[in-house]
């Protein structure tokens, strides 16, 4: 018995399997907007929208909620995407000169924390084609792809070539078709000896499928030759000698017409005529911005309206010398013209309209404009063309992300609150028609509570995002700015318009219109956000800023005129021998200003030097805001407008503390002689030698005893840090918390504070009213405490001065403590106030668990798994079972600087499981890495996208959506040596049965006949429909398809079968 009492415990299979029921990783979606998008396509029958991008990248957007991603084997940018309408498959041409086909398709069931979940439907790549070189040519200049052109049949694709010649590929199993291709020299014999000129035509810049006849096909010459070219008699049938550079071409819809345009700013409408071989001269030609220079039209589009003038849009054609630097569109209909004028560079656009043979007229209702930072929608069937507000591809950083913060279920009565100012914020700007991109259907059942994403940006701003489901959708925006005078606004009153006449001509011509909210520019670098804290219960919001500035906002419903109340917190205290050499503080407005519905400042409390505020807490039950710098932290009544406390943490030799993040007058010198001082203090404590005395046995033996501990293969031996190095007085972390710190009968407010030094600072406070110590008792009994004071009750100094990274208090039962209101109002359960509580403190170094109010050390584990591994983001995250739906744990989560993800248990801090999440070299990611209460969280992998994840088994959020396909079966493809083709799942690092997208069983109008119908046909057509629920997966699917060898047969046995065409369900 005693054998076995001692024998040392291996794995526990109970415990293994609560793990796997608690605890699964998976990157679930991308947030924002795709980074350096590069190419732009619409599939009309879907009414599906593709974005490709520099990094490889393919992303299918539909309704909201519908979202498909896909990624090239090779990280090379995409520079044109062309959907098969109908079909769920789309091309992709890529900067390697290589072409290869994607389809939607379905993955098979998968396991996740034990649970068999659904398979998914995934945007997969296909096959992939690569033009040869021509014979006896060195380079291959002359076989890049150009521009591709998708014939209406599907099933041929046109290559134009930087050569002028143009090829055929057939799609069915991606080979050249030979007996069709175009080269320039069969163009040039045909061409009058006047123009030919001994010139080449150059590459082919644009080709067009004819809109009424199919087979015939327009060809476009950079030289400015355009070919009408017939592909069933291989011939010409026309020839328009255009003697302007040409960019584009776009057919009118009757196909009477089509319109060119050049690089000299100008457009040409041509006529197409029977019989006519040569075409001199074009209907019309105009430069809508001249006489002056003008920048070239990229791209050009005509669509015809029923009320009878057409609508022209283009890019870019603006003068040279005066808005050459300028990114616009216009959109011209008959007397009505806008210049639309963008912050960032014109992609591409489309227009959605009509696509139906029967349809005479195009009638546009939208334009989709991607631009380099973001997409603008334009409502074309609205009276002066406003843009639509844009469920997902918002930009997350139409100003510089700077930091972030996630609230949970979000009380109702908020959410309508917010979503009602930030209607109010539109205005007559948006229009409130539905967005037209609306292909596939959402299947995610409606979101169990709200959440909320709250960004901090550089320009002073906190936007407000719905995070509840797979579209990041903009709610509302909170502006800083006007409780200040920034440095480009020197006065109150916005200047007027119609007093400058150089703003008078800019309205009159070009008639710009500023579009979209993307502006990287901030009018003052001091108002950047830098900290973040909400209420959801009280409405209190607590933002802090770059120039030490910490405001108080609380909601309201209505506008207000009213001046802020400013308050001063020095937190130097007097100190003698340290000059703020940074920027100054932001001067606040001294008169009312004008604030609309929403977040309206109440307080401003202005730190003293005005250095970023680096840590904030918010009590809203007890009034309280905490702040804290490099300088120190301080403590403030925001209900009585006074200061209750002001500490300062600055060392001694803490001179850099001083220079603030915008100053360049860091010492080189004393960083270098800082480096040096402790190189040297290393080698000589290397060199010291033990002196036998009585108290060094004991020495040796605690030394002993120290390394063997540290020889554990995951911990390592952690180096103390020198007291004087530089920064070390930054406020790291601040909590509230009410618990025991005098004693351990009575509990009550107190706030914690740790520093970049190791550090903890805690304070018990006496705020009248709250908690049972003899604060309270004193303002119950007499009313003399009448304002909160804070007395220090323990100081904690960590043995090695790792910064302090997270304070966590813990209650009876190891529970962190609940959010302010919680507990009073019964929204959640009272904390353990009966036991000891405990107190927990993360450094980058390691995890410890001390008892309260000895401040003793119960446990302790060194997070040293990989050499240089730091901590940098802690959270206590709250996972639910997938087994048990009562059963759930609290566990700490912690972000290292490798990327990996460590959980531990509380309060024995055993490690639990470790996940590797974010590459060790992205720092930006790591730093901006925020979790949620219950096991998910956000990081950016660019400056416009959040990476969404989720460490929890139950609780995540990925795509669940559904689209009917209409789709012709073919052979596996083998392209150019690939033997597998990639599954593509984002940008991100591939995980075990990830899935874009999952879809539901949906019934099929032709699934009862695929009994009696040959699956193997080649040329067979139905209706498809993805689902997850079925067992087939794309291997089973690839057994069922043919050879090209059997081709041939199965084409004979087809022609003699008068039965339906067969079709193939992925189910």
């Avoid at 009058?192 to 010459?221: F, N, T, W």
């Avoid at 029967?358 to 991607?370: G, I, Y």
Wanted: contains cysteine; proline residues 7%.
């Amino acid at each position: 018995m005693m054998k076995f009492r001692f024998r040392r415990q291996g794995t526990d299979p109970q415990r293994e399997k609560i793990k796997q029921e608690l605890f699964a990783f998976n990157k679930t979606v991308e947030h924002g907007f795709p980074h350096q998008p590069s190419a732009l396509a619409y599939d009309p029958e879907l009414q599906l929208m593709a974005i490709g991008t520099k990094a490889g990248a393919v992303k299918v957007y539909g309704a909201p909620g519908v979202e498909f991603t896909g990624l090239h084997q090779d990280t090379t940018a995409v520079i044109q995407i062309h959907f098969l309408p109908g079909q769920g498959r789309l091309l992709s041409l890529l900067d390697d000169n290589t072409i290869h086909l994607w389809e939607l398709t379905t993955t098979a069931p998968r396991q996740v924390g034990g649970v068999k979940r659904d398979g998914g439907v995934i945007l997969q790549e296909v096959g992939s084609y690569s033009l040869p070189g021509r014979p006896g040519i060195e380079s291959c200049s002359t076989t890049r792809v150009t521009v591709l052109l998708l014939l209406r049949s599907c099933d041929l694709l046109c290559i134009g070539t930087e050569g002028g010649g143009v090829f055929f590929l057939d799609l069915l199993n991606l080979t050249l078709n030979d007996s069709q291709t175009l080269l320039q020299d069969q163009v040039t014999q045909s061409l009058p000896e006047d123009y030919r000129c001994g010139k080449s035509l150059g590459p082919v810049e644009s080709l067009q499928e004819h809109p009424r006849q199919a087979g015939k096909m327009l060809i476009g010459y950079s030289r400015g030759l355009v070919v009408l070219w017939d592909l069933s008699s291989r011939q010409t049938d026309q020839l328009f000698l255009g003697k302007q550079q040409l960019e584009s071409l776009v057919w009118e819809s009757s196909g009477n017409l089509f319109v060119s345009s050049h690089s000299d700013g100008g457009y040409s409408v041509w006529a197409v005529a029977d019989g006519s071989s040569n075409t001199q001269q074009p209907v019309s030609s105009t430069i809508p911005y001249g006489p002056f220079p003008c920048k070239a039209i990229n791209k050009i589009l005509w669509r015809t309206t029923e009320t009878g003038s057409p609508v022209l849009l283009y890019s870019g054609g603006m003068p040279r010398a005066s808005y050459g630097d300028r990114h616009c569109l216009t959109i011209q209909q008959d007397k009505d013209h806008v210049t639309l004028d963008f912050t960032s560079r014109v992609i591409d656009f489309f227009t959605v309209h009509n696509v139906e043979q029967h349809k005479e007229f195009d009638d546009p209702s939208a334009l989709v404009v991607l631009l380099e930072e973001e997409l603008v929608v334009i409502d074309l069937q609205t009276p002066g063309w406003p843009s639509m507000p844009t469920p997902y591809l918002a930009p997350l950083h139409s100003s510089a992300i700077t930091c972030s913060c996630h609230i949970t279920s979000v009380p109702p009565k908020l959410w309508e609150r917010l979503v009602s100012a930030g209607k109010a914020q539109q205005g007559h700007e948006h229009t409130s028609r539905s967005w037209p991109i609306c292909g596939g259907k959402n299947l995610a059942p409606p979101p169990k509570q709200q959440e909320l994403l709250l960004t901090g940006h550089e320009d002073g701003t906190v936007r407000f995002w719905d995070a509840s489901g797979i579209a990041l959708t903009p709610l509302y925006k909170l502006s800083t700015a006007n409780v200040f005078h920034t440095d480009c606004d020197p006065c109150d009153e916005p200047r007027d318009p119609s007093d400058d006449p150089d703003m008078q001509q800019e309205e009159e011509w070009p008639p710009f219109k500023k579009v979209g909210c993307f502006d990287p520019y901030s009018d003052d670098p001091r108002l950047g956000i830098q900290k973040i804290s909400l209420c959801k219960y009280s409405n209190k919001l607590l933002v802090a800023g770059t120039a030490g500035q910490v405001i108080v906002l609380g909601l309201s419903d209505e506008c207000s005129d009213h001046t802020v109340d400013v308050s001063v917190v020095d937190l130097l205290q007097d100190r003698e021998g340290f000059t703020w050499k940074g920027h100054d503080r932001l001067e606040p407005r001294l008169k009312p200003a004008p604030f609309p519905p929403g977040f309206q400042p109440q307080v401003l409390v202005q730190c003293m030097p005005p250095a970023s505020v680096t840590a904030v807490a918010l009590h809203a039950e007890w009034n309280l805001i905490a702040f804290g710098t490099s300088h120190g932290f301080g403590l403030f009544d925001y209900h009585r407008r006074n200061a209750v406390l002001a500490r300062c943490t600055l060392h001694p030799n803490d001179s850099l503390a001083m220079e603030g993040p915008l100053s360049r007058v860091k010492s080189l010198k004393k960083s270098l002689r800082q480096s040096f001082r402790r190189i040297r203090k290393s080698r000589v404590s290397g060199k010291k030698r033990t002196i036998t005395t009585p108290t060094s046995k004991v020495q040796e033996a605690n030394a002993a005893l120290a390394e063997h501990e540290e020889m554990a293969p995951i911990q390592r031996r952690i180096e103390p840090r020198s007291a004087d190095d530089s920064l070390s007085g930054v406020v790291r972390c601040l909590c509230f918390a009410d618990t025991f710190l005098r004693d351990g009968t009575h509990h009550g407010p107190t706030l914690w504070a740790g520093t970049n030094s190791g550090s903890v600072y805690a304070y018990a406070l006496e705020v009248p009213g709250v908690g049972s110590g003899r604060g309270a008792e004193r303002g119950v009994a007499g009313e003399t405490a009448p304002c909160v004071e804070a007395v220090l009750g323990k100081e904690i100094q960590l043995m090695h001065r790792a910064p302090v990274v997270s304070i966590s208090v813990l209650d009876g039962r190891a529970k962190p403590l609940p959010d302010p209101y919680e507990a009073s109002q019964d929204l959640s359960i009272a904390p353990d106030m009966s036991n000891p509580h405990s107190v927990l403190i993360a450094s980058e170094e390691q995890l410890k668990v001390f008892s309260l109010p000895k401040v003793s050390a119960k446990t302790k584990f060194k997070l040293t798994a990989h050499e240089g591994c730091r901590v940098r983001k802690v959270a206590l995250v709250s996972f639910s079972s997938t087994a048990q739906e009562d059963y759930n744990e609290y566990t700490l989560v912690c972000l290292t600087n490798m990327g990996d993800m460590h959980l531990f248990n509380i309060p024995g801090l055993r490690p639990q499981v470790r996940y590797d999440c974010i590459r060790k070299e992205d720092i930006s990611g790591i730093a901006s890495c925020v979790f949620t209460r219950n096991g998910q969280g956000f990081y950016l992998i660019s400056p416009s996208e959040y990476e969404r994840f989720s460490l929890s088994a139950k609780v995540f959020t990925e795509p669940l959506c559904s689209v009917t396909l209409e789709r012709l079966s073919r052979p596996t493809l083998a392209s150019d040596g690939m033997t597998a083709p990639p599954q593509a799942n984002g940008t991100h690092k591939n995980q075990t049965g990830q899935a874009e997208g999952r879809a539901e069983e949906t019934p099929s109008s032709l699934s009862s006949p695929l009994s009696d119908t040959p699956l193997d046909s080649p040329l067979s057509c139905a209706d498809v429909t993805l689902e997850s629920t079925g067992e087939l997966t794309v291997e089973d699917v690839r057994d069922f398809l043919t050879t090209v060898d059997e081709e041939e047969n199965n084409l004979k046995n087809i022609q003699e079968e008068e039965g339906r065409p067969a079709g193939i369900l992925i189910n």
